[in-house]
């Protein structure tokens, strides 16, 4: 028998359902501070999702952290193996484009597992691109719907063909 620690938090990542993730870099710092290294960041989110085949309903990245929710299918692999590669992949591209050897990037990340509707609909409007401006980005409305068209277009429709 486990018994969870209060001081930490507890991953159970290998169950079915829906989750959110949230993951900060270490200290906070802004280390993805410009276009390339958040397209970087995007890129590997999205391809490591489909490599392990989560479904992601939302993300965000920005300088410091970023958050998704992602549903399980039933042929997916483990939410924290996609995390670790995720994890492992960007420290180390993001290291090698700064030239810093062995910095850590990485502090922690955070889960949710969404059992409610509410609790599902709420972190699927705070997560989603058009709420960015929660944390402290604000997106024109244009440049919003440009976004969410394009990810719906490429997760949802185009995916299907």
Not at 98 to 117: M, P, S
Not at 141 to 158: G, N
Request: with cysteine; hydrophobic share 45%.
């Amino acid at each position: 028998m486990s018994i969870d620690w209060p001081h930490a938090p507890v991953h159970r990542l290998d169950s079915a359902g829906i989750f959110m993730v949230t993951a900060a870099t270490l200290h906070k710092n802004h280390l993805f501070a410009d276009a390339g290294k958040l397209t970087l960041l995007e890129h590997g989110l999205l391809s490591l999702a489909k490599q392990y085949q989560w479904q992601l309903e939302a993300w965000a990245v920005f300088t410091n952290h970023y958050h998704f929710v992602a549903r399980r299918k039933r042929e997916s692999a483990s939410l924290k193996k996609l995390l670790t590669h995720l994890h492992a992949d960007s420290a180390r591209d993001l290291n090698r484009m700064d030239e810093e050897i062995g910095r850590e990037v990485w502090f922690n990340f955070w889960d949710t597992k969404l059992t409610y509707e509410r609790s599902y609909l709420a972190r699927l409007n705070y997560v989603h691109p058009c709420s960015s401006d929660l944390n402290g980005y604000v997106l024109t409305a244009i440049a919003c719907v440009i976004r969410f068209t394009r990810r719906f277009l490429l997760s949802h429709i185009l995916v299907r063909m």
